[in-house]
C-alpha cells in the first residue's frame, strides 16, 4: 500500500482510550506505573513504551468547562525532520517508507539521540537508555503491509480515527473541516501522514 494516511477527528473522540491500549497491545509495550495528578489525562507523557496517548485539553467556554481529546502521536511528517538530521550522521537510520511510514531502525542507535530528538518539532520521540533505542509511532507498518489496519484504528470504534489512502483521507478531513465551521482547520497540514481536524483554532495554542 502507497501513501496512506491516518485522519483524526477530535469532535468524534470520547476519550475511551482503546487506541492506547490497542498500540501497547500490538507492538507488546509494558505498562508504565502513574499516578492521580487531579486530572483524568493518563500516562502523563508519551514514552518510549507508550506511543500514541490522549491529551485533555481543559477550557472555560460561556462559564462552563469544554474538554477536547487530541489524539498525540508522531505525525509522519513528509519530509520528517528527524530523517534529516539522522542522515547527516547515519544514512538509512531513519526511514520514509513507502506507506508514508517514518521508521526508525537500529543503526539509530549510532547516533547521539540528543540529535534525533532535538529534531523533531513535535516533541515526539523517546529514547530508552536500556536499549539504546528511540521510539515511537510506526505506523503499524507491518500491519499496513500485510493488509490490515493500525492496531489502534481498529480499535476506534467511533469514527474518530479513520484509516486509507491519502487523497482519500484528505478529502475526508477537507469535507469534515467544512461541516464544523469556520473556526475548524487541519493541524498540522497536508505535507503529513498523520492530519487531524480541529474543530476550533484556539486549540492550537494547546497542542503546539
Ligand atoms: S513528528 Fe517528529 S518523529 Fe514524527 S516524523 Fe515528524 S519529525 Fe519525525
Ligand atoms: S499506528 Fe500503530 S504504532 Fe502508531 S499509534 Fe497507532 S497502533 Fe500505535
Ligand atoms: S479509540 Fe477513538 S474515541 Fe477512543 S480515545 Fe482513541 S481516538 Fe478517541
Known amino acids: 500500500m502507497n501513501n496512506m494516511a491516518i485522519f483524526i477527528d477530535i469532535s468524534k473522540c470520547t476519550a475511551c482510550r482503546a487506541c492506547q491500549v490497542a498500540c501497547k497491545n500490538w507492538n507488546q509495550l509494558k505498562a508504565e506505573q502513574t499516578e492521580n495528578r487531579g486530572s483524568h ?23 462552563k468547562i469544554s474538554w477536547s481529546f487530541f489524539n498525540d502521536r508522531c505525525r509522519h511528517c513528509d519530509p520528517p525532520d528527524c530523517k534529516d538530521a539522522a542522515d547527516e550522521f547515519v544514512k538509512g537510520a531513519i526511514i520514509k517508507d513507502k506507506t508514508g511510514a517514518v521508521i526508525f531502525t537500529e543503526k539509530i542507535k549510532a547516533i547521539d539521540p540528543d540529535e534525533i530528538l532535538s529534531a523533531c518539532p513535535y516533541d515526539i520521540p523517546r529514547y530508552d537508555p536500556e536499549t539504546r533505542m528511540i521510539y515511537k509511532c510506526n505506523f503499524c507498518f507491518d500491519r499496513i503491509n500485510a493488509g490490515l489496519t493500525p492496531a489502534c484504528v ?13 487523497t482519500k483521507m484528505l478529502h475526508l478531513a477537507h469535507d469534515r473541516i467544512s461541516q464544523l465551521g469556520k473556526n475548524a482547520t487541519l ?18 495554542k494547546h497542542i503546539g
Open 154 to 166: 481498529k480499535a476506534c470504534s467511533t469514527g474518530a480515527l479513520q484509516f486509507g489512502d491519502k
Open 187 to 204: 493541524y498540522p497540514g497536508e505535507d503529513y501522514n498523520i492530519f487531524w481536524a480541529l474543530p476550533d483554532k484556539a486549540l492550537l
Open 41 to 63: 489525562e493518563n500516562p502523563p507523557d508519551l514514552s518510549a513504551h507508550t506511543w500514541n496517548r490522549i491529551r485533555w485539553v481543559e477550557e472555560l467556554k460561556n462559564r
